[in-house]
Structures are given as C-alpha cells and as structure tokens.
C-alpha cells in the first residue's frame, strides 16, 4: 500500500481494494454483488503484476513502479470482473467459496486482458474450462504458486492467440476409484474441483425441484447444511458403523432446510420414496446431482457401496469430459 500510494493521483490501494469488494455509492459493480468477496488481496495484487510483469513472485512485484501499478489498476480490474464472470456464467461456478484456488484468477484475468476483454470463442471456453478443471485436480498450485502461475501465463497466452496448450496425459483422466477414495474437505483443491463440477450442474431441490442457491457463508466449513451426506451420517452409524460417510461420492450440494427437516438421519430409500411422491420431478433433480436412477445406483437397497461406485464412476466421467474437450480446428 505505502509503494504505490499517491495523493497527486488519489490512490490508494487499500482503499481501491475495498472498492473492488464492495462498490462505492457512485458504482455497484464489485466482488460481493457477484458473491466472489473471499478474494484476498494478495490475489488481486498477482492479477495486477501478472498483467504488468508476466509474473507474480514477489521479487517482480516489488519491482513493480508505482506509475505502472497505478496505469494497470483498472485494466487488471475490468478484466478480473470478465473472469469472474466467465467462471459465473460459462463454468457455472456460482460462488468464490468453491475455487479450488484463488490465485486461478490471475490467469483468467491475464486472459481477458491478453484479448482486450473480448467473449471468448467457444474453443476458447472450452480450453479454459480445460485449464481449470486441470490446475485444480493436479493441485497445481498447493506449493510453488507463484512460479507455477508464471509458467501457466505462457499457457493461457497460447489459448489467447488461437492455440492448444499441451498437458500430461496422466493429469487429464482419471477413473472411478480415485474419485471413490476421496476424503471430503473444504481445504483440498482436488475435492474443491469435484465441488466446482457439482455446482456447475445447476444442482436443483429434493424437495421442489427449484435450483439450489449457493452462499459463500455457508460453504467455509465441511460442516455446512449445504453439504449433504446423501447417505446420512447418523443413518450410516447405526447401519453400517464399519463404513465412513465423509467420501465425497456421498457429497451432495442441497439447501439447508431439506438437508435439516427433509432428510435428515433416514435411509435414502426412504427419505426418496417420500421425496417422489412431493416432487414428480425428483429423478431429474437427481441427474443434477449426477445420481441417475435410484434403481441402478443402489438407492432404493440402501447399498452404500454400489452407490459410491455409481456416482464416483459417474463424476469421473464428467471431469473427463472436461478434461478432453472436442475443439473444432
């Protein structure tokens, strides 16, 4: 804040950040109004060096001249607005509580500033929804962020120009099993993806198959009434003591009253027999949940384990699907 302040130009950094955040009364266009306030400032200032620097160690952001930091301070935020928009509107990743990084941002927004903020071509999308979808499950940015983001710039110039960024083969599939034996938490980027790739699904109400509204307050914890257990906690204790519910497989997104007076500790064959005499829609509020029948996938036996196995094979085709997108040449 103290390098780049500047009364002649009244900036001021701190102040231009809670702005971003939270709008002024002369502009409401901001962060919160599009429920991506859990941005940190750090982020916002590798988004501004990104654009200025190509790169965001911290050794080049000191490097960064107040002039330069100051000219590049509403470009770099038009273009974070346009990415998180994309993430909003093409990703379909409604809130930043579910990123499984926050520094996913700076190559988005250097995208948007690479093109002057244009809408993407549809190969275009794709590939970026390609490189989310593979820097979140390569846990990509859990250690040496900054120099990885740097790398990744190159990457997102390539789609910005018209090109195909090359990745591992290993790190654009995966199968069933591993998604089987993922452990649920909120503070694990592979899990957050898997979270991102639900909620991009519109994920609709048990009860009335009206689209479940996702809120950044109530996503911090593992313990939110958002997260359901689709095979209760309670019920499984006292059921099948010898297995955890914890997996993500049996992680649904829902809102909190269903989860609370809906659902509660019953067995799914029960809490579903009752929901499908409320909602004559209840099967496709399941497909968008990626639960196909409950017949198939062991809902309507109490089968946990073929559950798991359905819905994780289910999830890995999807993220697959996203990993190996068809772009036209």
Not at 219 to 237: G, M, T, V
Not at 286 to 296: A, G, K, V
């Amino acid at each position: 804040v103290a390098m780049t302040y500047d009364d002649k130009r009244h900036f001021d950094l701190a102040e231009k950040y809670e702005e971003l955040v939270d709008g002024t009364d002369e502009d409401d266009a901001c962060l919160s109004k599009a429920k991506f306030d859990t941005i940190p400032e750090t982020t916002v200032m590798q988004a501004v060096s990104a654009i200025t620097a190509k790169s965001i160690r911290a050794k080049d952001i000191l490097k960064v001249k107040r002039d330069d930091f100051i000219s590049n301070w509403e470009p770099t935020k038009a273009s974070l607005f346009m990415a998180v928009d994309f993430l909003r509107s093409e990703l379909k990743i409604p809130v930043s509580q579910l990123l499984p990084y926050n520094a996913i941002l700076v190559p988005l927004a250097y995208f948007f500033h690479v093109t002057k903020n244009k809408k993407p071509a549809k190969s275009q999308i794709l590939l970026l929804e390609q490189f989310f979808y593979w820097s979140g499950l390569a846990m990509r940015y859990t250690s040496a962020a900054d120099s990885k983001v740097g790398e990744d710039l190159k990457k997102i110039a390539e789609i910005a120009n018209g090109g195909r960024p090359t990745y591992s083969s290993d790190e654009l599939h995966y199968d069933g099993q591993v998604i089987e034996n993922t452990w649920f938490s909120t503070g694990n980027a592979f899990c957050k993806t898997i979270l991102c790739l639900l909620a991009s699904q519109q994920p609709k109400s048990f009860d009335t198959n009206g689209l479940v509204i996702l809120d950044n307050s109530n996503l911090k914890i593992a313990s939110s009434r958002n997260y359901h257990h689709f095979f209760p906690r309670d019920y499984l204790r006292k059921k099948r003591p010898d297995r955890e519910a914890n997996w993500i497989a049996n992680i649904t997104l829902i809102d909190a009253y269903s989860n609370k007076h809906t659902i509660g500790a019953k067995a799914p064959s029960a809490y579903i027999r009752s929901l499908m005499k409320a909602n004559s829609k209840l099967k496709s509020a399941l497909r968008s949940h990626l639960i196909r029948d409950p017949e198939t996938f062991g809902i309507m036996d109490d089968d946990y384990d073929l559950f798991l196995a359905k819905r994780s094979a289910f999830i890995a085709d999807r993220l697959n699907e996203k990993l190996n997108p068809e772009v036209g040449g």
